[in-house]
Structure formats: C-alpha cells, structure tokens
C-alpha cells in the first residue's frame, strides 16, 4: 500500500489537535494546581490558628514570669536577711551564755554547786569564757 503524503491541511489538523490536547491539559493541570493551592492555604490558616494560641499563651507566660520576677528576692537580699539573722542569733547565744554565767556565780556564792559541776557547766557553753 503506497504511502498518502501529508497535505498543509493534514499538518493543521494535527496542529490544532495538539493544541486541543494541549489546552485540556492545561486546563487539567490548572485545575490541580488551583486545587493544590486551596489546600495548602487550609493548612496555612490552621497553622496560622495555632500560632495565634501558641502567642496567646506565651503573653500569659510572660506575663506571669514578669510577676515572679518583680515579687521574688535576690540573692544579694537573701545573703543580708542571712547576715543580719545570724547577727541575731549569736546576741541571743551570747546573753544565754552570760545568764548562765550568772546562774553558776549565785549557785557558787551559795555553796550549792562543786567546783566539777561549774567545769562541767562552762564547758556546754557556746561561746567559751
């Protein structure tokens, strides 16, 4: 069988089926592409929504954190408050030391009390005379 040759007006057929094809394709790929792009949008507006509670409740963090810190204390506080409390401690050891130094002195001048038992006396006392 011999072979038809092609005529211009084949070549155009051909060519505007192409570009039919073309065009269909086009319009199927835009369609997916439109489709594509809706559904990332969903997904950004739900990570847009999350975001708007994650920074909701980091402005409630930072509020409270701004709270703690404006009420807390600072070492450099907590170390004078310690000073000043150990001060106040060693005043009263101190006066309970001299009452029992006077407590011994009036058992002594009575006679109620050994010269033992005043050693042994002197010895529990915090601060040694």
Do not use: W
Request: proline share 1%.
């Amino acid at each position: 069988m011999p072979k038809k040759k092609t005529t211009i007006d084949d070549l155009a057929k051909m060519t505007k089926a192409g570009f039919n094809e073309a065009c269909k394709d086009r319009k199927k790929i835009r369609k997916e592409t439109d489709d594509l792009a809706r559904a990332v949008k969903s997904g950004f507006d739900g990570v847009d929504k999350r975001f708007d509670g994650v920074d909701k409740r980091f402005n409630g963090v930072d509020k409270r954190l701004t709270r703690v810190e404006s009420t807390m204390v600072t070492k450099d506080y907590l170390d004078e408050k310690l000073v000043d409390l150990r001060g106040d401690i060693v005043i009263l050891l101190r006066k309970e030391d001299r009452k029992l130094e006077a407590l011994i002195e009036k058992l002594k001048e009575r006679h109620i009390i050994t010269d033992k038992d005043i050693k042994e006396l002197q010895e529990i006392q915090i601060f040694a005379q």
